[in-house]
């Protein structure tokens, strides 16, 4: 028996099966993933490490430090907070170093580790370069903002598969509406990746240096929304689950904040506030996205109509794999 | 549709796939529901041998299922269903009572889920073709139990003191008794032969002729679950003989190994992601501000 079992006998059950005769006692047939919120967490800040990398690489090859140094400095936080969020989900925490003993590319969590150990001390560099104007003058703070470039690029260069891989990680799953979305959600995550970390852009630099920010953050949300409603609408059976109540209430949010924060982006040529505003909505925008689709998985785990209906019309078209 | 695919991972020794040279025959278990009695003396066995905590003690409703589902502690579950049926000499009213009990296990799949995706090479295929969870190296990442397609594998979370909570658990097909030429606990407790031990080829071949008998018989419901090598999973390694649809008992009527379409699932990631880079190129040329 699970502890999930336990607590929807107490009546903290999601929404009941309908055709409970054809399933066990209306039981999912699969299990939940047991991760806390960290993951979800994760989810949102790696795909923010991810944008944040991207558009600092830019800004430093284009000469808007300003816009590089935010960048660069949001993508060691938000690695910072991938890297605690990752560990501290495990059930043995002590044993996070066990994911080094392998390299297996039947695991997206194994190349996820990989990804995050190649692109870490990338981004960790060149967010260390910044602290080249602190330094006295000397060989080192002559020598660091190249490194810092190097660096800074080699993380770019890695970002985009950091942005895309949790998408593979959560489809190569049972979970019904996250394994049928698979063609989708790496177009979502990556909108999102982009978004947020325009989000950054146009929160950290001022008004002369937001342009590309401006830019990706139209492109992103655009992706972002028009990813998501692929979700919402054309995956048949598992649309339902991501226009449930819990999913949709976080897509509905997601869908606004993207807009606006798109719009403002656009509107706030001229205004460090209005961008500022647009650069926030972003990235609220953003978490409520990963939020969707996180709980979207979880509501089609626990009705086993999800599992069984289209496995059963596969059986009956004789379509057996 | 069958591929070309499915067929060679159908066909393939799991143990000699995993780079074991010339490992001993497949084994794994027949569990055949129309003798099962519901004695849960497979439940209780299995606990014993393996040393798993309870659970809880609480009484569901659901039948004589007290113990839910398969879980991180418990690894043979005997599921109850009651169904009206029409009753001999009543006119074909359903006032009968027809009885359906099952004893589930992990299907120790040749298309493992679990062991694919397990980031740490804690799940591990052993000589004999199944799978097991090495508790000393687990670090309780959890990827396992969403990507298992019959719900069979979890973390333990109770008691608190207990050495592996945090882990993930699943049935070993008593690795530790198998090893030593003996059958596992539940097989041994099993007072009906139920659940039968052996080598693989052996079961198919017995619950084949098992099916076979018990529709000259008129049992036309009797079918097989998880022995065609050229399903989702490349054939179970727990080979079922059922009165109804699998869905009537908790299982997946057409289970997938996840990673079956794990290669499309990366090429798409990687025009995803190389669309992140070109946006970002696209953001920086032509821009003046």
């Known amino acids: 028996m699970t502890d999930e079992a336990r607590a929807s006998d107490s009546g903290a059950a999601g929404e009941p099966a309908p055709d409970a005769s054809r399933s066990y006692y209306g039981r999912p047939v699969i299990k939940a993933p047991v991760w806390k919120h960290d993951i979800t967490a994760y989810l949102f800040t790696g795909g923010l490490a991810a944008g944040s990398s991207l558009l600092a690489a830019g800004a430093d090859l284009t000469g808007r430090h300003e816009l590089r140094r935010g960048c660069r400095l949001a993508s060691l936080a938000a690695l910072s907070a991938s890297t605690w969020f990752l560990i501290h989900d495990l059930g043995r925490p002590s044993r996070f170093a066990n994911m080094l003993r392998v390299f297996k590319p039947t695991s997206p969590m194994s190349m996820g580790t990989w990804i995050l150990a190649a692109y870490g001390p990338m981004a960790g560099l060149a967010a260390a370069s910044e602290v080249t104007g602190v330094l006295p003058a000397g060989v080192a703070s002559r020598a660091l903002p190249g490194v810092g470039r190097a660096a800074g690029v080699a993380a770019a260069g890695l970002a985009p598969l950091l942005g895309t891989y949790t998408a593979v990680l959560l489809a190569d799953t049972a979970v019904p509406a996250w394994h049928d979305a698979g063609r989708h959600l790496p177009f979502v995550f ?24 401006r830019r990706m953050a139209v492109a992103g949300a655009a992706a972002e929304l028009a990813a998501t409603s692929v979700l919402e609408h054309r995956l048949g059976l598992q649309s339902e689950a991501y226009r449930s109540a819990a999913p949709a209430r976080f897509l509905r949010l997601a869908r606004g904040l993207a807009a606006a924060g798109a719009v403002a982006a656009v509107t706030g040529r001229r205004s460090r506030v209005l961008s500022a505003l647009g650069g926030a909505a972003l990235l609220a925008g953003s978490i409520c996205t990963r939020c969707g689709v996180y709980q979207a998985g979880l509501v089609s785990a626990a009705d086993p109509r999800f599992t069984v209906l289209p496995q059963r019309q596969r059986l009956d078209a004789g379509q057996a794999r | 549709m069958i591929t070309e695919r499915s067929r060679l991972l159908g066909s393939l020794d799991p143990a000699a796939g995993s780079g074991y040279v010339e490992p ?10 129309s003798i099962c009695i519901g004695c849960k003396a497979c439940e209780v066995a299995c606990k014993e041998w393996n040393g798993i905590p309870q659970d809880g003690i609480e009484l569901t409703g659901m039948s004589y299922d007290n113990s839910v589902g398969l879980g991180a502690s418990t690894w043979r579950h005997v599921a109850f269903i009651e169904q009206r049926v029409a009753a001999p000499g009543a006119g074909g009213d359903e006032t009968g009572v027809r009885w359906l009990m099952s004893s589930d296990v992990c299907k120790h799949c040749t298309s ?3 062991l694919d995706v397990c980031p740490t090479g804690s799940l591990l295929r052993t000589e004999l073709g199944t799978v097991v969870v090495q508790d000393d190296i687990c670090n309780g990442c959890g990827y396992c139990i969403p990507a298992c397609p019959y719900g069979v594998i979890d973390q333990r979370r109770s008691p608190d003191g207990d050495r592996n909570v945090g882990l993930a658990q699943k049935c070993t097909l008593c690795y530790d008794r198998t090893g030593a030429g003996l059958e596992p606990a539940c097989a041994k407790a099993c007072p009906t032969d139920s659940i039968q031990f052996g080598s693989l080829d052996e079961l198919r071949k017995r619950a084949a002729g098992r099916v076979g008998a018990l529709r000259a018989a008129g049992v036309a419901d009797a079918r097989l679950y998880g022995e065609d090598p050229a399903d989702g999973v490349g054939g179970a390694g727990s080979l079922f ?22 290669p499309a699932m990366w090429r798409r990631a990687a025009v995803a992601a190389a669309t992140m880079a070109a946006v970002t190129a ?3 040329l032509g821009s003046r501000s």
């Open chain 2, 112 to 114: 493992a889920a679990c």
């Open chain 2, 282 to 284: 696209f953001a920086f």
């Open chain 2, 24 to 33: 001993p025959p497949r084994v794994g278990f027949f569990t055949d529901t």
């Open chain 2, 241 to 262: 003989l059922l009165l109804d649809d699998p869905e009537v008992y908790g299982l997946p009527p057409d289970p997938v190994c996840t990673t079956r379409d794990l």
């Open chain 1, 190 to 213: 990556a909108g999102s990746a982009l978004a947020s970390g325009a989000g950054v852009g146009l929160l950290a630099a001022p008004l002369g240096q937001v342009g590309p920010a």
